[in-house]
């Protein structure tokens, strides 16, 4: 039973172009939303998160967007730059409190960025 | 650097093998993960310790222990390593919710 999905298991975009990256899930307790970034043979990186409560979230050239009605979520790169090619896993929490959150990762959207 | 350190990088074991996969972090985490990669799976969770002194079973703990040693030591273990564990193993650390992990560079382990 996958709770986070990610259906494209790779993009290819323009550099300077926009590159939209998509999740969705099925736990509507899930209460932070995650994105991370993972070149080879590196460990994944946090990029970026939201709160439930929340619609969007910027951090300089990513913008992740949640809308919970459809139970989706989508991270933004504007422009894609030839660094941004990477895996990127979006990932979900549900609280437990006590600093532990249960996260749940999606399986992964490659995306390469073409000069 | 501040971060979290696996050892080791790359390993090979013969089934029924054990071995252990040391991990430290120098944030002042409470709470540390161990995690593996297989292709098409993402990234699964096998053992977590919220705090030192507690772990707790994550998503496919079988055939996985793991030791809390103190608040900068999480170590995972194989006691009868079998090919089915040849994966990418990657600890982490992290805080509070919305913060994200960090995590280590990885265990390439492969199980002949």
């Known amino acids: 039973d996958q709770q986070v999905k990610q259906n494209s298991p790779s993009l290819s975009v323009q550099e300077g172009r926009i590159s939209i990256l998509n999740c969705d899930y099925t736990?509507?307790?899930?209460?932070?939303f995650l994105w991370y970034k993972k070149y080879p043979a590196e460990g994944p990186t946090f990029l970026i998160s939201i709160s439930s409560i929340k619609d969007k979230n910027e951090d300089g050239r990513f913008t992740v967007f949640l809308n919970k009605s459809a139970k989706h979520l989508s991270l933004h790169i504007v422009p894609s730059q030839p660094g941004d090619s990477a895996v990127y896993f979006c990932?979900?929490?549900?609280?437990?409190?006590?600093?532990?959150?249960?996260?749940?990762f999606g399986t992964g959207t490659k995306l390469q960025v073409i000069p | 650097n501040a971060g979290v350190t696996q050892t080791p990088k790359f390993q090979v074991l013969k089934t029924g093998q054990s071995m252990t996969l040391q991990c430290a972090q120098d944030m002042n985490h409470n709470s540390m993960y161990w995690y593996r990669q297989d292709p098409g799976m993402g990234l699964r969770l096998i053992y977590y310790s919220a705090s030192e002194g507690t772990t707790d079973k994550g998503e496919v703990p079988n055939g996985y222990n793991v030791s809390r040693l103190n608040k900068r030591e999480f170590s995972l273990r194989l006691e009868s390593a079998a090919p089915s564990q040849t994966s990418v193993y990657f600890c982490?650390?992290?805080?509070?919710?919305?913060?994200?992990?960090?995590f280590g560079s990885g265990t390439r382990l492969t199980v002949v």
């Open positions: 736990n509507s307790m899930f209460d932070y």
């Open positions: 982490a650390s992290g805080t509070g919710a919305g913060y994200g992990y960090t």
């Open positions: 990932a979900a929490s549900g609280g437990m409190g006590g600093g532990y959150q249960k996260v749940t």
